[in-house]
C-alpha cells in the first residue's frame, strides 16, 4: 500500500499527518479527533465474500444500486433488488453489517447506500466533497486513492489546476505521494461539510490503473445528504 506509517497498536495515533490507520475497528472512531479526515480500518476479506463479489459481477456488470435504507434493512432487501442467489448471501451480510456500523457510529436511523460496478475511473481527478462523511469500500478490483493532508496543494484543486493533469498541476509532489485502499479496507472520509473542517475535506479520486479496469465497490452516506439531493423531506 505504500502508506508510510505505521499501523498503530492501541495507545498510538499520528495526528500530524491527519490520518489514522489500524486493523482494529474500534480505532475507526478516530474520524471523530479534529486533526483525522480519513479513517481507515484495514481487513481482510472472507473467500465467501470476495467469490460472491465476483458472480456478482459476471451476473451484473453494470450495476448502479442507490437506495435509502433503514440501519436494520434485511439482507433479503438486497436480495429482492439486487438478485436472489445463496452465493450472494455472504456479500449482503457484509453490506448489511457495514451499513449498521455507519449508522451506529454517527448515531443515524438510515443511511444513503450505494454499489455500484464500474470499468472506468467514476471521479478521475482528485477532490475533496462537500459532504459530512462518507464511508467507501471496494470488494472487487482497485480502491479509492487519497492524499494525505500534509502532502496537498490545495490551491491546484479544481480550476486551480489551470487545466494541467494532477500529476503535472502542483496538486502532488510525487506519485508516491498516493496513498491506495486495499480491497476490503474500510475508508471513513470526511468532506467539507463536517463541522470546522472546512478547507480540510480529504482530497481523493477513483483509481487509475494500466490493467483492464472492473471494480465493485461500495458507499455509504449519511440519509440526510440524500434527502437534501432528491428534495425528500
Known sequence: MGVRMIIENQQNINTKKHYSISNDVSKISHIFNRDINISVWKRNLNSNILHASEILLIKNSDLQFSELVNKN???????????????????????????????????????????????????????????????????????????????????????????????????????????????????????????????LGLVHRSPHTNSNYKRLYVTIDFGDLYRSIFNIN
Open 73 to 199: 434493512f434485511s439482507i433479503d432487501f438486497l436480495a429482492d433488488k439486487i438478485g436472489a442467489d445463496e452465493k450472494l448471501i455472504s456479500f449482503y451480510e457484509d453490506i448489511q453489517y457495514l451499513t449498521k456500523l455507519f449508522c451506529e457510529l454517527f448515531d443515524i436511523k438510515d443511511a444513503w447506500l450505494r454499489i455500484d460496478a464500474i470499468d472506468k475511473p467514476m471521479c478521475p481527478r482528485f477532490h475533496a466533497d462537500h459532504l459530512k462523511c462518507r464511508l467507501v469500500t471496494t470488494y472487487y478490483g482497485p480502491g479509492t486513492q487519497w492524499l494525505p493532508n500534509s502532502l496537498v496543494n490545495r490551491n491546484k484543486l479544481g480550476h486551480g489546476n489551470n487545466g494541467l493533469a494532477d500529476d503535472i498541476s502542483g496538486l502532488f509532489s510525487k506519485t508516491s505521494d498516493i496513498e491506495n485502499l486495499d480491497v476490503g479496507d474500510i475508508g471513513l472520509l470526511k468532506g467539507e461539510a463536517w463541522v470546522n473542517n472546512e478547507g
